[in-house]
T-cell receptor, first 115, second 115 residues
Framework: GAGVSQTPSNKVTEKGKYVELRCDPI?????LYWYRQSLGQGPEFLIY????????DSGLPNDRFFAVRPEGSVSTLKIQRTERGDSAVYLC?????????????FGPGTRLLVL | GQQLNQSPQSMFIQEGEDVSMNCTSS?????WLWYKQDPGEGPVLLIA?????ELTSNGRLTAQFGITRKDSFLNISASIPSDVGIYFC???????????????FGKGTLLTVNP
């Protein structure tokens, strides 16, 4: 079946602009995570959705970052007034109804470059 | 954000050699995971460990969950060229009745295999 998809695959923007990154999770997966991966680093947690609600947004670096999942499926990560330090790969992962051994399946990521 | 201590940072080996990498944390986890990431792709789960002391194999891969719950190692036997990539450890803390299973990653081990 189809895996997690993310669009766009690459995004180049100018400092100060607004960007939206989209994640399509695996069908039926209720849990959705956003991570950010800087060059040479491992992914870092940003925000977690269970269904439509953001259950944990403690990883968002500041209030320029916001994410939504209005219908409990597709999610959009929104970044306002982008800064050069926001350049990174933004990864989305989804997992099925939580259980003792749930697995997070990752998408290929969106590579964001802020000039 | 927190990242786990993963070593070595990189390894250059000959095809057929065995490889070992490890991960330590200052805090405990009740699940340890090992992922592999190829260029332009998201991380893919290799092995999951759910109990302290557990030793699990997946083909040529073997991983162990440390007794202290603060460390894990991954061994790859008889390496082949397609083992090339970045390997990440990840810790997960599952709370009874909780719902956020966010992952905390190491910085990765870059593996290069010379044929």
């Amino acid at each position: 079946g189809a895996g997690v998809s993310q669009t766009p695959s690459n995004k180049v923007t100018e400092k100060g602009k607004y960007v939206e990154l989209r994640c399509d999770p695996i069908s039926g997966h209720t849990a959705l995570y956003w991570y950010r991966q800087s060059l040479g680093q491992g992914p870092e947690f940003l925000i977690y959705f269970q269904g439509t609600g953001a259950a944990d947004d403690s990883g968002l670096p500041n209030d320029r970052f916001f994410a939504v999942r209005p219908e409990g499926s597709v999610s959009t990560l929104k970044i306002q007034r982008t800064e050069r330090g926001d350049s990174a790969v933004y990864l989305c992962a989804s997992s099925p109804v939580r259980g003792p051994q749930e697995t997070q399946y990752f998408g290929p990521g969106t590579r964001l470059l802020v000039l | 954000g927190q990242q786990l201590n993963q070593s070595p940072q990189s390894m250059f080996i000959q095809e057929g050699e065995d490889v070992s990498m490890n991960c330590t944390s200052s805090s405990i986890f009740n699940t340890w995971l090992w992922y592999k990431q190829d260029p332009g792709e998201g991380p893919v789960l290799l092995i999951a460990l759910y109990k302290a002391g557990e030793l699990t194999s997946n083909g040529r891969l073997t991983a162990q969950f440390g007794i202290t719950r603060k460390d894990s190692f991954l061994n790859i036997s008889a390496s082949i060229p397609s083992d090339v990539g970045i390997y990440f450890c990840a810790g997960q803390l599952r709370h009874s009745g909780g719902s956020n299973y966010k992952l905390t990653f190491g910085k990765g081990t870059l593996l290069t295999v010379n044929p």
